[in-house]
């Protein structure tokens, strides 16, 4: 972020509990370098005594993107008769930045308005998997879900209780799982997620335990980039699908090419396809075979040793294990070492020559050696890599064996360089959620491991299955928690399996969804509720990735919730209720009430 940070309120329109809640109000904390004094979301609410009749005719409420890019892009509905009628994006900024939703985002209204949605609470009545499900009431679907709570934890522990990874809500106080099954005594624990699995298991054994793929410790942002460098490589990473939108990286992205080609530089995209970021460029397009970045960076690594051209010094000094010199006295000897891997005189015996990697990777030897001198010569040499190449069969060495490209050049924490992760993510995040409360269950498995825990968890050790807090688990896992995501089927590694496992209801003996129509997950639910869409309901949540400006949307409702959605908070209230813990899990306060004051601390 550029500048310092400006708070501003909205001219004429101090912040009342009244108007908060009640009027359609967008409060923003804008970077000032960014959009100077501008307000953000400036759309001011009117009182009702100052309303004129043709006012009330439409109305706008704010709120942002809620698909899982990052972006958060901004929303204007425009409503009338309580329903809405169409959408804009963002049109208060400036050419600096304007947090424009991609035609993804604009989507929303169709789904808002669906004919699909889901309106009513039901139960299974075919097999699990079927679809096959009738319509309940609220008061049964609620006394179901806490009775099968209740002789989960009773037989079992809460250990056997586990909340699948989802992204299907943004907002401050959109899903407040955690805090309402803390209260109960806890669940089994998540480490990981679905997007960065192996990249997230294995950085912290190259650059300390800190190191995350959401880092801005270690990593550089794009600005670095746009600033400094000379050279961008891209493995698998192409912001301008996967990270669109006015308020996202493809923002910084198109900054940098201009940057960088602008001093005569260049950018390398590596990628299986002619991706939306390479579009309309194609000296930068490198295509390669799927799975095989690794193949490519050990050649490219193979060039930087046979030229001599590692920085040694770096090497020698920061590093362990890049030769018989580094390793530790334990490892001394055995030929272990990575330049032995590379060079052909490690465990495997094989040289990783560009025509090595040429038949693997399908790319020319001549061209990876083009590419390894151009790496060699670049004063900032900016290496990045998206989380497409790490979502393999031995993805954990694909992300590091790009990561040692930077390394060996020994050009990390330099102007425009970067350390082979994906780009850097802002730090800032003006607001957080809902107090979640402390876990008492110590167990914690990796996010792709929960089927396993299904069919075999008591088998499931540290060493076995990456369980850590607890050397082995002392619970299958019975009750299965699944709030706004369709990650039981679409994201998981065997859909088969997931079926086969989950159609046994002898392994995992509940299934709760809460989602807003029939993903393939819901299918699977015992009991499965309708919830409200973001837009449905007050909400509040931080800016997305950029790094241009950080700010805070408030918004909503823009229309009411169809048939008998609710909102998550109210509904986990009221299982709250049934535990008598609902005094705790509110403290006395709405939905919109928490939403007030976490914006106002």
Same mark, same amino acid.
């Given at each position: 972020?550029?500048?310092?940070?400006?708070?501003?309120?909205?001219?004429?329109?101090?912040?009342?509990?009244?108007?908060?809640?009640?009027?359609?109000?967008?409060?923003?904390?804008?970077?000032?370098?960014?959009?100077?004094?501008?307000?953000?979301?400036?759309?001011?609410?009117? #009182?009702?005594?100052?309303?004129?009749?043709?006012?009330?005719?439409?109305?706008?409420?704010?709120?942002?993107?809620?698909?899982?890019?990052?972006?958060?892009?901004?929303?204007?509905?425009?409503?009338?008769?309580?329903?809405?009628? @169409?959408?804009?994006?963002?049109?208060?900024?400036?050419?600096?930045?304007?947090?424009?939703?991609?035609?993804?985002?604009?989507? !929303?209204?169709?789904?808002?308005?669906?004919?699909?949605?889901?309106?009513?609470?039901?139960?299974?009545?075919?097999?699990?998997?079927?679809?096959?499900?009738?319509?309940? #009431?609220?008061?049964?679907?609620?006394?179901?879900?806490?009775?099968?709570?209740?002789?989960?934890?009773?037989?079992?522990?809460?250990?056997?209780? @586990?909340?699948?990874?989802?992204?299907? !809500?943004?907002?401050?106080?959109?899903?407040?799982?955690?805090?309402?099954?803390?209260?109960?005594?806890?669940?089994?624990?998540?480490?990981?997620? @679905?997007?960065?699995?192996?990249?997230?298991?294995?950085?912290?054994?190259?650059?300390?335990?800190?190191? #995350?793929?959401?880092?801005?410790?270690?990593?550089?942002?794009?600005?670095?980039?746009?600033?400094?460098?000379?050279?961008?490589?891209?493995?698998?990473?192409?912001?301008?699908?996967?990270?669109?939108?006015?308020?996202?990286?493809?923002?910084?992205?198109?900054?940098?090419?201009?940057?960088?080609?602008?001093?005569?530089?260049?950018?390398?995209?590596?990628?299986?396809?002619?991706?939306? #970021?390479?579009?309309?460029h194609p000296e930068e397009w490198l295509p390669i075979r799927p799975g095989t970045d690794a193949a490519l960076a050990s050649a490219i690594a193979h060039e930087f040793i046979a030229n001599e051209q590692v920085d040694l010094d770096f090497l020698h000094t920061y590093c362990v294990g890049y030769d018989e010199e580094s390793m530790p006295e334990s490892a001394k000897g055995q030929n272990k070492s990575y330049k032995d891997y590379i060079m052909g005189t490690g465990y495997d015996m094989v040289e990783k020559t560009p025509e090595w990697a040429a038949p693997i990777t399908q790319i020319p030897a001549d061209t990876i050696r083009a590419l390894a001198a151009d790496l060699a010569a670049a004063e900032a040499p900016f290496v990045v890599q998206g989380w497409g190449p790490q979502r393999h069969t031995n993805g954990e060495d694909t992300c590091r064996a790009i990561c040692m490209i930077p390394v060996l050049l020994g050009k990390i924490g330099l102007p425009g360089t970067n350390t082979g992760q994906r780009e850097a993510e802002p730090s800032v995040s003006l607001v957080g959620g809902l107090p979640s409360g402390k876990n008492p269950v110590k167990a914690c498995i990796p996010c792709y491991e929960w089927l396993n825990a299904v069919d075999h968890g008591k088998?499931?050790?540290?060493?076995?299955?990456?369980?850590?807090?607890?050397?082995?688990?002392?619970?299958?896992?019975?009750?299965?928690?699944?709030?706004?995501?369709?990650?039981?089927?679409?994201?998981?590694?065997?859909?088969?399996?997931?079926?086969?496992?989950?159609?046994?209801?002898?392994?995992?003996?509940? %299934?709760?969804?809460?989602?807003?129509?029939?993903?393939?997950?819901?299918?699977?639910?015992?009991?499965?509720?309708?919830?409200?869409?973001?837009?449905?309901?007050?909400?509040?949540?931080?800016?997305?990735?950029?790094?241009?400006?950080?700010?805070?949307?408030?918004?909503?409702?823009?229309?009411?919730?169809?048939?008998?959605?609710?909102?998550? @908070?109210?509904?986990?209230?009221? %299982?709250?209720?049934?535990?008598?813990?609902?005094?705790?899990?509110?403290?006395?306060?709405?939905?919109?009430?928490?939403?007030?004051?976490?914006?106002?601390?």
């Amino acid at each position: 972020m550029r500048g310092g940070i400006m708070v501003k309120e909205i001219e004429g329109h101090p912040v009342s509990r009244r108007n908060f809640v009640k009027g359609t109000f967008a409060g923003a904390v804008v970077g000032a370098g960014a959009l100077g004094g501008a307000s953000m979301f400036g759309c001011a609410p009117k #009182s009702e005594e100052a309303a004129a009749p043709e006012a009330a005719e439409e109305t706008i409420a704010w709120s942002q993107c809620n698909v899982n890019c990052g972006g958060n892009c901004v929303f204007q509905w425009h409503v009338k008769d309580g329903k809405i009628q @169409y959408m804009e994006s963002d049109n208060t900024g400036d050419i600096d930045l304007q947090a424009r939703a991609c035609l993804r985002g604009r989507s !929303m209204r169709r789904w808002l308005n669906s004919p699909d949605r889901l309106l009513y609470p039901m139960k299974r009545v075919g097999k699990r998997g079927e679809g096959k499900f009738e319509q309940i #009431s609220w008061d049964e679907a609620i006394q179901t879900i806490a009775d099968k709570l209740k002789y989960t934890i009773d037989t079992y522990g809460n250990d056997a209780i @586990y909340v699948n990874y989802a992204t299907g !809500m943004y907002s401050a106080t959109g899903n407040p799982s955690s805090r309402l099954l803390n209260l109960l005594g806890g669940y089994l624990k998540r480490s990981y997620d @679905y997007s960065t699995n192996m990249i997230s298991a294995a950085l912290p054994f190259m650059y300390g335990e800190e190191c #995350s793929p959401y880092d801005d410790v270690y990593a550089s942002s794009m600005t670095e980039a746009e600033a400094n460098s000379d050279l961008v490589v891209m493995f698998g990473n192409s912001p301008a699908e996967t990270r669109m939108g006015g308020a996202n990286i493809v923002w910084d992205f198109a900054r940098v090419r201009e940057a960088v080609q602008g001093r005569g530089g260049k950018i390398v995209n590596i990628d299986y396809r002619m991706n939306e #970021s390479a579009s309309g460029h194609p000296e930068e397009w490198l295509p390669i075979r799927p799975g095989t970045d690794a193949a490519l960076a050990s050649a490219i690594a193979h060039e930087f040793i046979a030229n001599e051209q590692v920085d040694l010094d770096f090497l020698h000094t920061y590093c362990v294990g890049y030769d018989e010199e580094s390793m530790p006295e334990s490892a001394k000897g055995q030929n272990k070492s990575y330049k032995d891997y590379i060079m052909g005189t490690g465990y495997d015996m094989v040289e990783k020559t560009p025509e090595w990697a040429a038949p693997i990777t399908q790319i020319p030897a001549d061209t990876i050696r083009a590419l390894a001198a151009d790496l060699a010569a670049a004063e900032a040499p900016f290496v990045v890599q998206g989380w497409g190449p790490q979502r393999h069969t031995n993805g954990e060495d694909t992300c590091r064996a790009i990561c040692m490209i930077p390394v060996l050049l020994g050009k990390i924490g330099l102007p425009g360089t970067n350390t082979g992760q994906r780009e850097a993510e802002p730090s800032v995040s003006l607001v957080g959620g809902l107090p979640s409360g402390k876990n008492p269950v110590k167990a914690c498995i990796p996010c792709y491991e929960w089927l396993n825990a299904v069919d075999h968890g008591k088998e499931m050790t540290a060493t076995n299955a990456g369980i850590t807090g607890v050397d082995q688990l002392s619970n299958d896992i019975k009750f299965l928690w699944n709030y706004a995501g369709n990650c039981i089927t679409n994201q998981h590694g065997d859909i088969n399996k997931v079926h086969e496992v989950l159609s046994d209801e002898s392994k995992c003996e509940f %299934i709760l969804v809460w989602d807003t129509v029939m993903t393939d997950s819901a299918k699977y639910a015992d009991i499965l509720l309708p919830d409200a869409m973001r837009s449905e309901q007050l909400n509040m949540k931080t800016n997305g990735y950029t790094e241009w400006y950080t700010g805070v949307c408030v918004g909503g409702p823009a229309q009411e919730a169809p048939g008998e959605c609710r909102t998550s @908070y109210d509904v986990m209230a009221d %299982i709250a209720d049934k535990f008598g813990v609902k005094d705790q899990f509110t403290e006395g306060k709405t939905q919109e009430q928490w939403i007030q004051e976490i914006y106002e601390a």
